[in-house]
């Protein structure tokens, strides 16, 4: 191997790499599908993750079901990442899951821990996959 070819090379490395970054940054970026979700969100009365009690029964509630979907590796990204408010016990699960068995999942883990379906906000919408 030539000394000479060592910098040629790693300056083509550096070129591609500042070209990849330039085109990347120049893409439009894709809108999240739950913007209009975002938008509802922020009307009066809707429960959001800023109105998570602080109090410990509530704090351990919501960790609790947040540790069960994210041990449960057949849910997608999206159920992994539904919002948990937990309020005075009362739990509203919110965000796009991606099949009604995913959906029922969450809802039965979700269950498990409150020990009572009534005490369950079901705000979640199915939102499958696109196929491009």
């Known amino acids: 191997m030539k000394l000479n070819s060592i910098p040629k090379s790693f300056a083509l490395l550096l070129a591609l790499g500042a070209i990849t970054l330039w085109a990347q ?4 970026k894709p809108k999240a599908d739950n913007s209009r979700v975002n938008q509802r969100d922020q009307k009066q009365g809707e429960a959001t993750a800023g109105q998570q009690k602080r109090n410990a029964g509530d704090r351990d509630l919501t960790a609790k079901i947040r540790r069960s979907l994210m041990a449960d590796k057949s849910l997608s990204l999206y ?13 509203t699960l919110k965000g796009p899951v991606r099949t009604d068995l995913e959906l029922q999942t969450v809802l039965a883990k979700t269950v498990e821990i409150t020990g009572n ?3 369950i906000v079901n705000e979640m919408a199915v939102a499958p996959t696109t196929s491009k």
């Open 79 to 91: 159920a992994h990442n539904v919002k948990i408010i937990s309020q005075n016990g009362i739990v």
């Open 25 to 28: 940054s120049n893409e439009p």
């Open 117 to 119: 379906l009534n005490k």
